[in-house]
Nanobody
Framework: QVQLVESGGGWVQAGGSLRLSCAAS????????MGWFRQAPGKEREFVLA????????YYAATVKGRFTISRDNAKNTVYLQMNRLKPEDTAVYYC????????????????????WGQGTQVTVSS
């Protein structure tokens, strides 16, 4: 089992940047695929990015490709989400998630593909 805690959210003007962190504890961090999701008010939770266990492979949703970057430091048990050129439509609660087992495709884009979740951190982008 793994516990996840996000940090780094806040308020930023459109065009600005934020860096979110997700610290993991309780299990072997490097054995998990890690993902970031977001959920805006009244909307379903939406996949943003995922990174493989070693950090060598990433997968991005089209809405954030070229603006957001996911990375991880397995020595620090932390995954990061660098968000650049933020837009008001990026406003949401951002969640990190861990995926422990899978068959076939390594990344999951549905929330049900992930086993553990953090509590979320609010990101607000003003126009």
């Amino acid at each position: 089992q793994v516990q996840l805690v996000e940090s780094g959210g806040g308020w930023v003007q459109a065009g600005g940047s934020l860096r979110l962190s997700c610290a993991a504890s309780g299990s072997t961090f490097s054995s998990y695929v890690m993902g970031w999701f977001r959920q805006a008010p009244g909307k379903e939770r939406e996949f943003v990015l995922a990174i493989s266990e070693s950090g060598g492979i990433t997968y991005y949703a089209a809405t954030v490709k070229g603006r957001f970057t996911i990375s991880r430091d397995n020595a620090k048990n932390t995954v990061y989400l660098q968000m650049n050129r933020l837009k008001p439509e990026d406003t949401a609660v951002y969640y990190c998630a861990a995926r422990s087992e899978y068959s076939g495709r390594w990344y999951g884009v549905g929330p049900g593909s992930y086993d553990y979740w953090g509590q979320g951190t609010q990101v607000t982008v003003s126009s």
